[in-house]
């Protein structure tokens, strides 16, 4: 079965730097990557999707990267802000069966 | 425009008792999701409908049951709870049929559910 790896330890990085999240899986890859944010007591809310046959995607500040030889996908917040403090879900999607895997998160904290 | 709306946001029950999660959503989606999110774990699909009169199961069905009523709603059913069942639910919803390329989810804000 497919498995998705998150980094499981909170990563605390100080403002105005640079957050890069990983996300990994196993086995063959998926049509689509997408990640989400989730505060305490929210539902996760879709940022960036990317497809299995582009490098990378740019939305304002995130950018995310799609390495299908390294099966990872990197996540990226430049310049980042306490208020970019969350956990950050990575969800694949794999044609085969259609159903949409979330990786088990990775707290962000960014410190002012 | 809500989107996603669920209750309700806590519950607390007993070992045997039931109870029905509800979930409506008012941006025309085809398809709705159940999932269940416990620490360490990421979230888990329970059931999904891809469209109005279908359902699935998804990766961890057992002790739940859905309905999906209509368009709009997507309830979701514990017969028997068990403590296993504690976890946090949400509900979501996106706007194609199953399979297709875009399954952007957009998610309820969830429910905490407890079983004691």
């Known amino acids: 079965s497919q498995k998705i790896e998150q980094n499981s330890e909170a990563l605390n990085i100080q403002e105005g730097k640079t957050a890069t999240l990983t996300c990994n899986y196993t086995n063959y890859s998926p049509a689509y990557l997408q990640w989400y944010r989730q505060d305490p007591g929210r539902g996760p809310v879709f940022l960036l999707l990317i497809r299995e046959n582009e490098k990378e995607k740019r939305k304002e500040r995130l950018k995310v990267t799609f390495d299908t030889t390294l099966k990872q996908s990197l996540f990226h917040i430049t310049a980042s802000q306490p208020a970019d403090s969350a956990t950050y879900l990575c969800?694949?999607?794999?044609?085969?069966?259609?159903?949409?895997?979330f990786g088990q998160g990775t707290e962000l904290s960014v410190k002012p | 425009n809500a989107g996603v709306t669920q209750t309700p946001k806590f519950q607390v029950l007993k070992t045997g008792q039931s109870m029905t999660l509800q979930c409506a959503q008012d941006m025309n989606h085809n398809s709705m999701y159940w999932y269940r999110q416990d620490p360490g774990m990421g979230l888990r699909l329970i059931y999904y409908s891809a469209s109005e009169g279908t359902t699935d199961k998804g990766e961890v069905p057992n002790g739940y049951n859905v309905s999906r009523l209509n368009k709009r709603e997507f309830s979701l059913r514990l017969e028997s709870a068990a403590p296993s069942q504690t976890s946090v639910y949400f509900c979501?919803?996106?706007?194609?049929?199953?399979?297709?390329?875009?399954?952007?989810?957009?998610f309820g804000s969830g429910t905490q559910l407890s079983v004691l």
């Open positions: 979501a919803s996106s706007v194609p049929g199953r399979g297709a390329t875009n399954e952007k989810l957009f």
């Open positions: 969800a694949l999607l794999y044609n085969q069966g259609g159903k949409l895997i």
